[in-house]
């Protein structure tokens, strides 16, 4: 069990910039998770993936958001035309297909700067 | 409307004592609940999950949950410095693993 693994660690950019982050789940977990977080808050829901499907997407989610699972392995989130709002820590959970209720684990998270 | 209510601290504790951390969710068909832990800068790490009504103990720490009173709480007994950290409470909503929904955190300072 590597765990979850994040890349990159850290990205800055520029407003308007498009950026993708990666996320490499637990080999074993089916489900594939990406949150967000700010400082001072806990980690807000952004969508979920069990295996390639998109199960669910938060409503927060504007259309410049879009996340891929295309083999049910690793995914990507990608942000397009970036805003200072952006900025935040994006965290990749994963957990096992057992059951509802399994608990999330998560990687190191990739922390965004919009400049 | 989905809630998960953490009062947000700092509670601070004298080194060996037990910190009570608590929770309250507005879903009542929730059926997991889970204890979070994260050291600023980090991310979160999973300290307990309780699924029934009662306790749960692990080592130091108890959950405890109460689903009539929509309520989880989370004891720390003989309280470490090292257990300084922000306390997330995260609830299922909905029976939908998706709608894993956090709370803000309870940040918890234990004063050597």
């Known amino acids: 069990d590597t765990g979850v693994s994040q890349d990159p660690r850290h990205k800055i950019t520029k407003r308007g910039q498009n950026v993708t982050f990666r996320c490499d789940p637990i080999?074993?977990?089916?489900?594939l998770y990406w949150y967000r977080q700010t400082l001072g808050q806990g980690p807000e829901f952004l969508t979920y993936?069990?295996?390639?499907?998109?199960?669910?997407k938060s409503r927060l989610l504007s259309d410049r958001f879009s996340a891929e699972r295309p083999k049910g392995s690793f995914s990507t989130l990608e942000i397009q035309r970036t805003e200072q709002g952006d900025s935040a820590m994006y965290l990749c959970?994963?957990?096992?297909?057992?059951?509802?209720?399994?608990?999330?684990?998560f990687g190191n998270g990739t922390r965004l700067t919009v400049t | 409307q989905k809630e998960v209510e953490q009062n947000s601290g700092p509670l601070s504790v004298p080194e060996g004592a037990i910190a009570s951390l608590n929770c309250t969710y507005s879903?009542?068909?929730?059926?997991?609940f889970f204890w979070y832990r994260q050291y600023s800068g980090k991310s979160p790490e999973l300290i307990m999950s309780?699924?029934?009504?009662g306790d749960k103990e692990d080592g130091r720490f108890t959950a405890q949950l109460n689903k009539a009173s929509q309520y989880v709480s989370l004891l720390i007994r003989d309280s470490q410095p090292s257990d300084s950290a922000t306390y997330l409470c995260?609830?299922?909503?909905?029976?939908?693993?998706?709608?894993?929904?956090f709370g803000k955190g309870t940040k918890l300072s234990v004063k050597p």
């Open positions: 995260a609830v299922i909503y909905g029976g939908s693993q998706g709608n894993l929904i």
């Open positions: 959970a994963s957990s096992p297909r057992d059951r509802d209720g399994s608990p999330l684990h």
């Open positions: 879903d009542r068909v929730s059926q997991s």
């Open positions: 993936f069990q295996n390639e499907a998109q199960l669910e």
């Open positions: 309780i699924y029934s009504n």
């Open positions: 080999s074993e977990h089916n489900r």
